[in-house]
């Protein structure tokens, strides 16, 4: 369970880069299959390279960023619908990557990696090991919820939210756009770089349906734990992912079919999607409810 949980905080930096086009943008972006892998793709190709697996890392984020870009570009100046501008450079990307790392397979097990030093002082599968990712997960949500308080990030709020009314203030949300997946994209390829170096090796089929853990972690997550402000939605973003791989996890345990993973991330999202809508259940106080009443009851109203 503890792996798990692991597993969870480092996918939770691939969940903030969801979230950041999913409910910032208000964009359905499917690059995140494809970045994924260039980020993993690059990190393992440098790190066996001889490049210093910071560095490797810093630089698989850069090029999950380019991917974003191109995407971007493709939906804001080819006028490209945004779906299929992502679905086009999500399938560009498998041909890219299959350059970048020069076949399938390529394994880390004897190179240095940021992960050695938790490998090899048999952290891993540990409290110790869940503090430094939980760390490195909330210092990316930390990034993120102060970018989204610079202008701009509101600016980039304001464009998923009303893109007509931003613009009247000569905002280009074209920029927003194109800053937003970038942003995103850099995020998930981060990851994948961290997944690497995780589990050993870089595969070209690591990143393919990951779009949809993403979604869950984000929607599981923002319905559970709330979404009333930036830094409780993205706290929620990072919760939902520990909380989906822990479900994954406890119906592996339970005796289901490996193969059934994608079946059962679907079923979560239908899921958490399709519950908050029963009755039962939007007669609930919402967590930010609770918070009015707490405050309400604090300052004696």
């Given amino acids: 369970m503890i792996t798990a949980v692991e597993l969870g905080l480092i996918y939770a930096v691939m969940a903030l880069g969801v979230y950041l086009t999913f409910r910032i943008l208000n964009f359905p972006d499917l690059t995140v299959d494809g970045s994924f892998t260039t980020g993993g793709g ?52 498998y041909s890219v990557n299959l350059r970048i790392m020069g076949k399938s397979n390529l394994p880390l097990l004897r190179e240095e990696t940021l992960i050695t030093p938790l490998r090899e002082g048999g952290y891993l599968g540990t409290w110790v090991a869940v503090l430094v990712f939980a760390a490195v997960a909330l210092a990316v ?106 479900v994954i996890q406890l119906a592996l345990n339970a005796g289901l079919n490996p193969n059934d993973m994608k079946l059962i991330s679907a079923v979560l999202v239908v899921l958490a999607l399709v519950v908050p809508q029963w009755r039962v259940f939007r007669r609930l106080p919402s967590p930010v409810r609770f918070r009015r009443v707490l405050s309400s009851v604090g300052n004696g109203g």
Wanted: glycine share 14%; charged share 10%.
């Fill in 141 to 246: 949500k930390v990034i993120i919820d102060w970018f989204l308080h610079t202008d701009l990030g509101l600016a980039m709020q304001a464009t998923g939210d009303n893109e007509e009314m931003i613009r009247s203030f000569g905002v280009s949300t074209d920029r927003m756009k194109v800053l937003g997946l970038a942003l995103s994209n850099g995020l998930v390829a981060l990851c994948g770089a961290l997944v690497a170096q995780y589990q050993g090796f870089a595969d070209i089929g690591m990143g393919i349906g990951l779009i949809l853990a993403g979604l869950a972690s984000v929607i599981i997550g923002q319905a559970i734990f709330g979404a009333g402000t930036i830094v409780i939605a993205s706290l929620a973003v990072v919760l939902g992912s520990v909380l989906y791989r822990v």
């Fill in 42 to 93: 690059i990190a393992a190709i440098l790190i066996v390279g001889g490049t210093p697996p910071l560095l490797a890392t810093v630089v698989a984020f850069a090029g999950g960023m380019v991917a974003g870009v191109v995407t971007g570009l493709l939906h804001t100046k080819a006028k490209i619908n945004g779906l299929l501008a992502g679905i086009l450079t999500m399938i560009a990307l």
